[in-house]
């Protein structure tokens, strides 16, 4: 079973409007953490923002908020205000707390959602 | 402060030939990682390294190894390229092993093996 799930290959929206990426998740360690990440066209991989497992709020970093509803197993991206610098890649990841042999502490990614902002 | 270092950024290579892929990062992070990066897909582990000396294997090890000597430096060796090794690669480290200890890239290097 897919440990990240990204449900939206690709997605477009207006400039200055708000845009929601889905995330959904797959673990039964308690610890994790979640991880998005912006791929432009160049190539590098920027992180954006992080939840762990145990937070109570959501996390908030400039435009980027994360919406986590644990019991539903889900971490969307909200980005505010989208700007067409936003138009980019963008990857879920995931890193589980706990020592399970090879791969341990892994990023573990979703196949990621092409945003393009329209002027 | 440089962060994590790559090179080379482009390298096209023939089936058979041998090379490293270097990585290196100044912040002192005990971990660090190799990820490799195929068209439609997300990033795959290859191996990481959770202090000098320290290496093991990830989801995708085979044809590759890897050492840690140092703290700063964690070198990928490719020990036969073929062709389904063409791929982007992506080097990253983190403070440690913590659910929230971010994960930094490095630019990535873009491998063709023909």
């Known amino acids: 079973a897919q440990k990240i799930t990204q449900t939206q290959p690709g997605m477009f929206v207006q400039e200055k409007e708000a845009v929601t990426l889905d995330c959904t998740y797959d673990?039964?360690?308690?610890?994790?953490?979640l991880f998005w990440y912006k791929q432009p066209s160049s190539g590098e991989m920027i992180f954006l923002i992080y939840?762990?497992?145990?937070?109570?709020q959501n996390a908030t970093e400039g435009r980027y908020s994360l919406n986590f509803q644990k019991a539903r197993k889900s971490a969307n991206l909200v980005i505010s205000a989208s700007q067409l610098g936003d138009s980019a890649m963008y990857f879920c990841?995931?890193?589980?707390?706990?020592?399970?042999?090879?791969?341990?502490?892994?990023?573990?990614f979703g196949k990621g959602t092409k945003l393009s902002v329209i002027p | 402060n440089a962060g994590v270092t790559q090179t080379p950024k482009f390298q096209v290579l023939k089936t058979g030939q041998s090379m490293t892929l270097q990585c290196a990062q100044d912040?002192?992070?005990?971990?660090m990682s190799w990820y490799r990066q195929d068209p439609g897909m997300g990033l795959r582990l290859i191996h990481y390294?959770?202090?000098?000396?320290?290496?093991d294997q990830g989801e995708v090890p085979n044809g590759y190894n890897v050492s840690r000597s140092t703290t700063e430096d964690f070198p990928l060796r490719l020990l036969s390229a073929a062709p389904s090794q063409t791929s982007v690669y992506f080097c990253?480290?983190?403070?440690?092993?913590?659910?929230?200890?971010?994960?930094?890239f490095g630019p990535g290097t873009r491998l063709t093996v023909l």
């Open positions: 390294s959770v202090g000098a000396g320290i290496t």
């Open positions: 939840q762990g497992s145990y937070d109570q």
């Open positions: 990841a995931m890193r589980e707390g706990t020592y399970s042999g090879a791969g341990s502490y892994q990023l573990t």
């Open positions: 990253a480290s983190s403070q440690s092993t913590g659910t929230l200890d971010t994960q930094y």
């Open positions: 673990t039964s360690d308690p610890s994790y953490g």
């Open positions: 912040m002192n992070h005990e971990y």
